[in-house]
T-cell receptor, first 114, second 113 residues
Framework: DQQVKQNSPSLSVQEGRISILNCDYTNSMFDYFLWYKKYPAEGPTFLIS?????DKNEDGRFTVFLNKSAKHLSLHIVPSQPGDSAVYFCAASVGQTGANNLFFGTGTRLTVIP | DAGITQSPRHKVTETGTPVTLRCHQT?????MYWYRQDPGHGLRLIHY???????DKGEVSDGYSVSRSKTEDFLLTLESATSSQTSVYFCAISPTLVGETQYFGPGTRLLVL
């Protein structure tokens, strides 16, 4: 069973608008969450993370929101740019030092239309 | 970019044959990982290494073995490939177990006929 779920396989957004990518998790032990971005023919690259002691983390155009009671997190990209077109994976672990036990979602393909 | 290479980048093989994928790093990072990516599953950890000759199983280790005889090389072996092992395989490295420090290679696309 997928412990981390991304229910939207794809999302299209106009350039300059907000992109919102969603992620749900089922394991209440998860307390650290990461987003990765993946371009075709490349490996994923780390984008942003959040600990369960926070409900928001911001880095430039990227903000991640965490709703622990709903077991839900979202990634907001504002404003969206064509270069943001990629597949985005959310991942979760127990503890910040859980890279050997990361659980990934299935990914959401974001297309930003110029 | 972190110095990670994977070889081969593409491979087609037949069911029952052994296959070895190689991950090579130039960063001297302690931790190395093998993942597979499949539609409907995202990335799943196969095995990881926490030092030379030190390895442990991940979520989907059945049918796979690994070896790390040098810091820079982490080998993934499919002893007898099956069609269910058709996938894209990613190697990753990290200096710590903090997820943000994990860097991924470009991937190997394996097709088992």
């Amino acid at each position: 069973d997928q412990q981390v779920k991304q229910n939207s396989p794809s999302l299209s957004v106009q350039e300059g608008r907000i992109s919102i990518l969603n992620c749900d998790y089922t394991n209440s032990m998860f307390d650290y969450f990461l987003w990765y971005k993946k371009y075709p023919a490349e490996g994923p690259t780390f984008l942003i993370s959040i600990s369960s002691i926070k409900d928001k983390n911001e880095d430039g155009r990227f903000t991640v929101f965490l709703n622990k009671s709903a077991k839900h997190l979202s990634l907001h990209i504002v404003p969206s740019q064509p270069g943001d077109s990629a597949v985005y994976f959310c991942a979760a672990s127990v503890g910040q030092t859980g890279a050997n036990n990361l659980f990934f979602g299935t990914g959401t393909r974001l297309t930003v239309i110029p | 970019d972190a110095g990670i290479t994977q070889s081969p980048r593409h491979k087609v093989t037949e069911t029952g044959t052994p296959v070895t994928l190689r991950c090579h790093q130039t960063e001297n990072h302690r931790y190395m990982y093998w993942y597979r990516q499949d539609p409907g599953h995202g990335l799943r950890l196969i095995h990881y290494s926490y030092g030379v000759k030190d390895t442990d199983k991940g979520e989907v280790s059945d049918g796979y073995s690994v070896s790390r005889s040098k810091t820079e090389d982490f080998l993934l072996t499919l002893e007898s490939a099956t069609s269910s092992q058709t996938s894209v395989y990613f190697c990753a490295i990290s200096p710590t177990l903090v997820g943000e420090t994990q860097y991924f290679g470009p991937g190997t696309r394996l097709l088992v006929l």
